[in-house]
């Protein structure tokens, strides 16, 4: 999927940010620590923020869970070309990604990260970081004729990573992975508010502890 992704000739006009390339080593080292066991349901995340994935390699990849929940801590690279705004410094990254950072802490509220992923798998829809300028572009906002191109591709990717974890439900970390996945899956899909501290229903949900509580509920019915 990384190899077709970074294939595609798009009309967009920014970086590209692929951390599947650059940043392999975490990618690969969370894959096997989150995915040695059968998990009950899984998480479904949009594509990397420009201070996460794309810095980290590691889904909602905040630099302080990354390396101190997660113990993750490997050598990133360089992409080829980078943005003069959002240049790539990896594991030196300062700055942290509220997404992530409210996501981890829950997943360290249910307990250690052996028990989490016990019951859980994250994944995004997209590994893909898109830069405009100083702008972070989602997937949703690329032209059209981009979009006919990128999502094919990650939806193909998405249907084969189910069937490879068949999770008893999926949990979609907004609305965009909540569409994502009526198209490719016909399972059980539970919505949670996008943790983005620009999103303003995150706050009540994720800092409440309403996030954690209905994790749990949705494990112990699985």
Same mark, same amino acid.
């Given at each position: 999927?990384?190899?077709?992704?970074?294939?595609?000739?798009?009309?967009?006009?920014?970086?590209?940010?692929?951390?599947?390339?650059?940043?392999?080593?975490?990618?690969?080292?969370?894959?096997?620590?989150?995915?040695?066991?059968?998990?009950?349901?899984?998480?479904?995340?949009?594509? @990397?923020?420009?201070?996460?994935?794309?810095?980290?390699?590691?889904?909602?990849?905040?630099?302080?869970?990354?390396?101190?929940?997660?113990?993750?801590?490997?050598?990133?690279?360089? @992409?080829?070309?980078?943005?003069?705004?959002?240049?790539?410094?990896?594991?030196?990254?300062?700055?942290?990604?509220?997404?992530?950072?409210?996501?981890?802490?829950?997943?360290?509220?249910?307990?250690?990260?052996?028990?989490?992923?016990?019951?859980?798998?994250?994944?995004?829809?997209? @590994?893909?970081?898109?830069?405009?300028?100083?702008?972070?572009?989602?997937?949703?906002?690329?032209?059209?004729?981009?979009?006919?191109?990128?999502?094919?591709?990650?939806?193909?990717?998405?249907?084969?990573?189910?069937?490879?974890?068949?999770?008893?439900?999926?949990?979609?970390?907004?609305?965009?992975?909540?569409?994502?996945?009526?198209?490719?899956?016909?399972?059980?899909?539970?919505?949670?508010?996008? @943790?983005?501290?620009?999103?303003?229903?995150?706050?009540?949900?994720?800092?409440?502890?309403?996030?954690?509580?209905?994790?749990?509920?949705?494990?112990?019915?699985?």
């Amino acid at each position: 999927m990384s190899e077709e992704l970074s294939a595609l000739s798009l009309s967009f006009d920014g970086v590209i940010y692929n951390p599947l390339d650059y940043a392999w080593d975490n990618f690969a080292a969370f894959l096997e620590m989150s995915l040695e066991n059968t998990p009950k349901t899984a998480f479904l995340g949009m594509n @990397p923020g420009p201070y996460g994935m794309t810095q980290t390699g590691v889904p909602f990849g905040d630099i302080e869970a990354v390396k101190g929940y997660l113990g993750i801590n490997g050598q990133v690279g360089k @992409p080829v070309v980078e943005s003069e705004s959002k240049k790539i410094t990896g594991m030196e990254t300062t700055r942290r990604e509220g997404s992530g950072k409210r996501f981890w802490t829950m997943a360290e509220a249910y307990g250690r990260k052996e028990e989490f992923f016990s019951v859980a798998a994250v994944l995004n829809y997209c @590994p893909l970081c898109f830069i405009d300028g100083n702008t972070n572009i989602t997937p949703d906002k690329l032209p059209s004729e981009d979009r006919k191109k990128l999502y094919p591709i990650c939806d193909s990717y998405l249907q084969r990573a189910l069937d490879i974890i068949m999770p008893s439900s999926v949990i979609a970390i907004g609305r965009f992975s909540e569409a994502a996945l009526k198209r490719t899956w016909d399972g059980n899909i539970i919505f949670f508010p996008h @943790p983005s501290p620009l999103n303003p229903s995150a706050s009540a949900f994720w800092d409440s502890g309403d996030a954690l509580n209905e994790f749990r509920r949705i494990v112990d019915a699985s």
